[in-house]
């Protein structure tokens, strides 16, 4: 018999670990409790550091997923060990007898409105970088009108143990400076600046982005932290930050205010989470049982984890965790269900 | 500005405002810098709302001011506000309502060392006893006193005299207002409507048909702060204060300003005066400055108390503009005159403010 | 008028409406160079000008930006053209050559 793995969160990791899963011969359930799969890569515009679109990306992770049981709109209502599988009701009325379960339940976007002092939802021109991704997808936003005048303030709700977001969100530097190239190529006559803590741009191509950024598009980088917004009679927003480079507060006048929300744990993931018995560190995500050897198992025998489940991290570091746990959950199931690895090693005898 | 983004915000920050039965203190200053406010409060709170509002000549100062100018420690300030909390308890109050936004702050951050370190509250209830005989006692709801008058609003609004709206030309007059930083910088969820976006007098405004102005420089500080004006040298950091908040304000021609703190109306009100002496600028029309006023004078306002019974008459700026506006009759030969027709004496005017 | 023995104090603060946008495009196309800077300070470490007098090709870049070109022009006026900051500069951005243009836009109005 073939074993079943219950897959929750049809974002990139559940469908990179679907595919890779699929492809070993096993009996894959993918779950994604909204109307569409393809979690916030769906919403996506272009990726950085190189801008290839986020559409074609998803496009090749939805078409290696052919043959997955792949159900949308559906949650997880109840969960019960079974002997050394779970035993899963879903909320369509399905029952799975998961063999394993894999956790690929992502991340929220930080609410941007909680941080009440940037104005977000109160003032007519600021808005988060999703919005701004829903942007360049859409081509209108009431919000941006031909602005000369960009700020992006990155760590918004990173890096903020008051919002309760001690850690950093790790991806919103180098979107942040994806974005305000974007920007400038939208608005080719606009000044646009960058507020930010620290400048993370550690990946491959990261620094010749920022350099660009700089170089090519005349970037301002101004090293502070955006603390307070508030609107000018004109509608445009009065901004006040410290430039700490230069050691002295500093106000500008700005068109356009981005806020780049950053990952919070997901809500939904946690609930599920609770279900399985599942422990979470102090910042919310998912605790793993070591974070370098074995970063994809959890403290739950055949339970899984992938993804910005067990932190923020980049799309190529999620697809990698991804396979990386298809890869320890077959390890998993093989050791733990002998009697179904002849079956396997017949499926793949014959690809 | 999305109004519906502030109302949501507004509807975060609701504390519980009980309706009566209330324990009041007073502030050491206001009551030499607008005579008649307290008296008002207690005036429309009592007299025309009916509720009980107790008050007991032995009660002292917060010690706030003193706590705030480096003279007293931490600990001694707890214990005059022990003593305070005391006398409510042994008059048989458990809600306490204060005048000053320095004091309200100063109890908020009293309650929660207590609450953090209650080793520290077992103390100062020890040393309480010893000294003064009374019990050591809890607010179980402490206000301010404008979040009190914006409790009553709707009611005040339903016996108004007269509203916060031009009479001329029938447009709201344009509000802005100004929050004492100790009402809920220090603890959002403290104050009516948080510390980004106060409701507190925003909702009085409202009720009472004004338009609130949010201007850039809103949350600003009007630069009062003991140490700014105990020490003639640092009064230029007060000074500046108010004047980036006023150059922030300008555009908008505001009509009035409300404030709910005792230092911020005075120096907002004394300092335009000083502005107009050194840079010959005012932010009124036609010479004049901006009228600044308490709440409780506009609340007497607005149920139709005379203009010189609220002590108008003591502020730099005359109030003048802003009763034509509304509507209001008043004696010009009255102003200067107190309490039960008491010669005040004419003040010497300045040429470049009126 | 009144001496009151106080009076209002002139903001410190860094206005970025006042960076006058069209004079710095004419000095980057001048030397490109001067939007490469990281603000490592490298270029301050090694100044031999620096040790007698604050110098910081780093802070004039910086002053300039924040639209407050007298301290930019302040933070080079001391300068020995030595070549110490191009030898170190990470981003290999001709240091010489941007002190001389800076001055060349900036210094006009002396």
Same mark, same amino acid.
């Given at each position: 018999?073939?074993?079943?793995?219950?897959?929750?969160?049809?974002?990139?990791?559940?469908?990179?670990?679907?595919?890779?899963?699929?492809?070993?011969?096993?009996?894959?359930?993918?779950?994604?409790?909204?109307?569409?799969?393809?979690?916030?890569?769906?919403?996506?515009?272009?990726?950085?550091?190189?801008?290839?679109?986020?559409?074609?990306?998803?496009? @090749?992770?939805?078409?290696?997923?052919?043959?997955?049981?792949?159900?949308?709109?559906?949650?997880?209502?109840?969960?019960?060990?079974?002997?050394?599988?779970?035993?899963?009701?879903?909320?369509?009325?399905?029952?799975?007898?998961?063999?394993?379960?894999?956790?690929?339940?992502?991340? =929220?976007?930080?609410?941007?409105?909680?941080?009440?002092?940037?104005?977000?939802?109160?003032?007519?021109?600021?808005?988060?970088?999703?919005?701004? %991704?829903?942007?360049?997808?859409?081509?209108?936003?009431?919000?941006?009108?031909?602005?000369?005048?960009?700020?992006?303030?990155?760590?918004?709700?990173?890096?903020?143990? *008051?919002?309760?977001?001690?850690? &950093?969100?790790?991806?919103?530097?180098?979107?942040?400076?994806?974005?305000?190239?974007?920007?400038?190529?939208?608005?080719?006559?606009?000044?646009?600046?960058?507020?930010?803590?620290?400048?993370?741009?550690?990946?491959?191509?990261?620094?010749?982005?920022?350099?660009?950024?700089?170089?090519?598009?005349?970037?301002?980088?101004?090293?502070?932290?955006?603390?307070?917004?508030? %609107?000018?009679?004109?509608?445009?927003?009065?901004?006040?930050?410290?430039?700490?480079?230069?050691?002295?507060?500093?106000?500008?006048?700005?068109?356009?205010?981005?806020?780049?929300?950053?990952?919070?744990?997901?809500?939904?993931?946690?609930?599920?989470?609770?279900?399985?018995?599942?422990?979470?560190?102090?910042?919310?995500?998912?605790?793993?049982?070591?974070?370098?050897?074995?970063?994809?198992?959890?403290?739950?025998?055949?339970?899984?984890?992938?993804?910005?489940?067990?932190?923020?991290?980049?799309?190529?570091?999620?697809?990698?965790?991804?396979?990386?746990?298809?890869?320890?959950?077959?390890?998993?199931?093989?050791?733990?269900?002998?009697?179904?690895?002849?079956?396997?090693?017949?499926?793949?005898?014959?690809? | 500005?999305?109004?519906?983004?502030?109302?949501?915000?507004?509807?975060?920050?609701?504390?519980?405002?009980?309706?009566?039965?209330?324990?009041?203190?007073?502030?050491?200053?206001?009551?030499?810098?607008?005579?008649?406010?307290?008296?008002?409060?207690?005036?429309?709170?009592?007299?025309?709302?009916?509720?009980?509002?107790?008050?007991?000549?032995?009660?002292?100062?917060?010690?706030?001011?003193?706590?705030?100018?480096?003279?007293?420690?931490?600990?001694?300030?707890?214990?005059?506000?022990?003593?305070?909390?005391?006398?409510?308890?042994?008059?048989?109050?458990?809600?306490?309502?204060?005048?000053?936004?320095?004091?309200?702050?100063?109890?908020?951050?009293?309650?929660?060392?207590?609450?953090?370190?209650?080793?520290?509250?077992?103390?100062?209830?020890?040393?309480?006893?010893?000294?003064?005989?009374?019990?050591?006692?809890?607010?179980?709801?402490?206000?301010?006193? @404008?979040?009190?008058?914006?409790?009553?609003?709707?009611?005040?609004?339903?016996?108004?005299?007269?509203?916060?709206?031009?009479?001329?030309?029938?447009?709201?007059?344009?509000?802005?207002?100004?929050?004492?930083?100790?009402?809920?910088?220090?603890?959002?969820?403290?104050?009516?409507?948080?510390?980004?976006?106060?409701?507190?007098?925003?909702?009085?405004?409202?009720?009472?048909?004004?338009?609130?102005? =949010?201007?850039?420089?809103?949350?600003? &500080? &009007?630069?009062?702060?003991?140490?700014?004006?105990?020490?003639?040298?640092?009064?230029?950091?007060?000074?500046?204060?108010?004047?980036?908040?006023?150059?922030?304000?300008? !555009?908008?021609? !505001?009509?009035?300003?409300?404030?709910?703190?005792?230092?911020?109306?005075?120096?907002?009100?004394?300092?335009?005066?000083?502005?107009?002496?050194?840079?010959?600028?005012?932010?009124?029309?036609?010479?004049?400055?901006?009228?600044?006023?308490?709440?409780?004078?506009?609340?007497?306002?607005?149920?139709?108390?005379?203009?010189?019974?609220?002590?108008?008459?003591?502020?730099?700026?005359?109030?003048? !503009?802003?009763?034509?506006?509304?509507?209001? *009759?008043?004696?010009?030969?009255?102003?200067?005159?107190?309490? *039960?027709?008491?010669?005040?004496?004419?003040?010497?005017?300045?040429?470049?403010?009126? | 008028?009144?001496?009151?023995?106080?009076?209002?104090?002139?903001?410190?603060?860094?206005?970025?409406?006042?960076?006058?946008?069209?004079?710095?495009?004419?000095?980057?196309?001048?030397?490109?160079?001067?939007?490469?800077?990281?603000?490592?300070?490298?270029?301050?470490?090694?100044?031999?000008?620096?040790?007698?007098?604050?110098? @910081?090709?780093?802070?004039?870049?910086?002053?300039?930006?924040?639209?407050?070109?007298?301290?930019?022009?302040?933070?080079?006026?001391?300068?020995?053209?030595?070549?110490?900051?191009?030898?170190?500069?990470?981003?290999?951005?001709?240091?010489?050559?941007?002190?001389?243009?800076?001055?060349?836009?900036?210094?006009?109005? *002396?």
């Amino acid at each position: 018999m073939k074993n079943n793995v219950l897959i929750a969160g049809a974002g990139p990791a559940g469908l990179e670990a679907s595919a890779a899963l699929q492809r070993l011969g096993y009996n894959v359930i993918l779950i994604e409790r909204s109307e569409t799969i393809g979690g916030h890569l769906a919403r996506w515009d272009r990726l950085f550091p190189d801008g290839e679109s986020a559409s074609a990306a998803l496009d @090749s992770l939805i078409e290696g997923i052919w043959g997955v049981k792949c159900f949308t709109d559906t949650e997880i209502t109840s969960a019960n060990r079974l002997g050394k599988s779970f035993n899963v009701i879903l909320s369509n009325g399905i029952i799975v007898h998961a063999d394993a379960v894999l956790m690929t339940t992502g991340f =929220d976007l930080f609410e941007a409105s909680k941080k009440e002092e940037y104005g977000y939802g109160i003032y007519d021109h600021v808005i988060t970088n999703a919005d701004l %991704e829903a942007f360049f997808r859409n081509g209108s936003d009431p919000r941006i009108n031909n602005p000369s005048r960009i700020g992006f303030v990155h760590c918004v709700g990173s890096r903020d143990e *008051k919002a309760g977001c001690r850690s &950093c969100s790790k991806v919103c530097c180098a979107t942040a400076v994806k974005q305000a190239c974007e920007m400038r190529q939208a608005f080719p006559n606009s000044q646009v600046y960058c507020f930010y803590m620290d400048l993370r741009l550690f990946g491959r191509h990261y620094e010749d982005m920022y350099l660009s950024a700089q170089r090519d598009y005349g970037v301002r980088f101004i090293r502070g932290r955006v603390a307070e917004v508030s %609107e000018n009679l004109d509608g445009s927003l009065m901004i006040k930050a410290e430039d700490t480079v230069a050691s002295a507060p500093l106000k500008v006048s700005l068109d356009l205010l981005v806020l780049m929300a950053g990952m919070r744990p997901s809500v939904s993931g946690a609930r599920i989470g609770s279900l399985l018995g599942l422990q979470s560190e102090d910042d919310g995500y998912f605790r793993v049982m070591d974070g370098i050897l074995d970063a994809q198992r959890s403290t739950v025998p055949g339970l899984f984890l992938a993804g910005a489940a067990t932190g923020p991290k980049t799309l190529p570091e999620t697809l990698a965790d991804a396979r990386a746990a298809a890869v320890e959950i077959d390890k998993y199931l093989s050791v733990t269900f002998p009697e179904a690895k002849d079956f396997k090693q017949l499926m793949r005898k014959g690809w | 500005m999305i109004y519906e983004g502030k109302q949501k915000i507004w509807s975060e920050y609701q504390k519980e405002i009980p309706d009566d039965h209330y324990f009041y203190v007073r502030s050491c200053i206001r009551q030499s810098f607008f005579p008649a406010s307290e008296a008002t409060f207690l005036e429309i709170t009592r007299n025309r709302l009916g509720k009980d509002i107790f008050e007991t000549e032995h009660h002292t100062t917060c010690g706030g001011i003193a706590y705030h100018s480096d003279a007293i420690p931490q600990e001694t300030a707890m214990t005059i506000i022990a003593r305070q909390f005391g006398l409510m308890h042994k008059y048989g109050y458990e809600n306490y309502v204060c005048s000053c936004i320095t004091s309200f702050g100063l109890y908020c951050e009293t309650l929660e060392t207590w609450r953090q370190f209650p080793e520290l509250a077992a103390k100062i209830a020890d040393i309480l006893w010893k000294t003064c005989k009374l019990e050591f006692a809890k607010p179980r709801f402490i206000v301010h006193a @404008s979040d009190l008058i914006y409790h009553y609003r709707n009611e005040i609004a339903a016996m108004a005299r007269h509203r916060l709206v031009n009479v001329h030309t029938g447009e709201p007059l344009k509000v802005v207002e100004h929050i004492g930083c100790h009402y809920s910088k220090m603890f959002p969820s403290k104050g009516v409507g948080g510390a980004e976006y106060p409701y507190v007098l925003a909702g009085m405004i409202e009720a009472w048909g004004g338009q609130v102005v =949010d201007y850039p420089e809103r949350r600003h &500080c &009007c630069g009062f702060g003991f140490r700014q004006y105990f020490i003639k040298a640092n009064r230029g950091y007060s000074l500046s204060n108010t004047y980036k908040k006023f150059e922030s304000m300008e !555009p908008y021609h !505001p009509d009035m300003i409300i404030t709910n703190c005792p230092g911020c109306p005075y120096f907002m009100d004394r300092w335009q005066y000083v502005i107009a002496e050194e840079t010959g600028k005012t932010y009124g029309e036609n010479g004049h400055g901006i009228p600044v006023f308490t709440y409780e004078e506009v609340a007497g306002l607005v149920l139709g108390y005379d203009p010189w019974d609220l002590g108008l008459q003591t502020h730099q700026i005359g109030p003048e !503009p802003v009763l034509d506006k509304m509507g209001i *009759k008043y004696d010009p030969s009255r102003k200067y005159l107190g309490l *039960k027709g008491k010669d005040l004496g004419m003040p010497v005017c300045p040429g470049c403010i009126k | 008028m009144v001496d009151f023995g106080f009076g209002i104090v002139p903001s410190s603060r860094i206005n970025l409406d006042l960076f006058d946008r069209a004079k710095f495009e004419a000095l980057a196309t001048l030397e490109p160079d001067v939007r490469k800077c990281m603000a490592c300070g490298s270029c301050t470490a090694v100044c031999t000008a620096g040790t007698f007098k604050a110098t @910081s090709l780093r802070a004039a870049i910086e002053e300039i930006q924040n639209g407050r070109e007298k301290k930019a022009l302040e933070m080079i006026s001391g300068c020995q053209l030595c070549g110490k900051c191009f030898m170190t500069c990470p981003r290999g951005i001709n240091t010489r050559h941007l002190i001389l243009s800076i001055v060349k836009i900036y210094g006009e109005e *002396k």
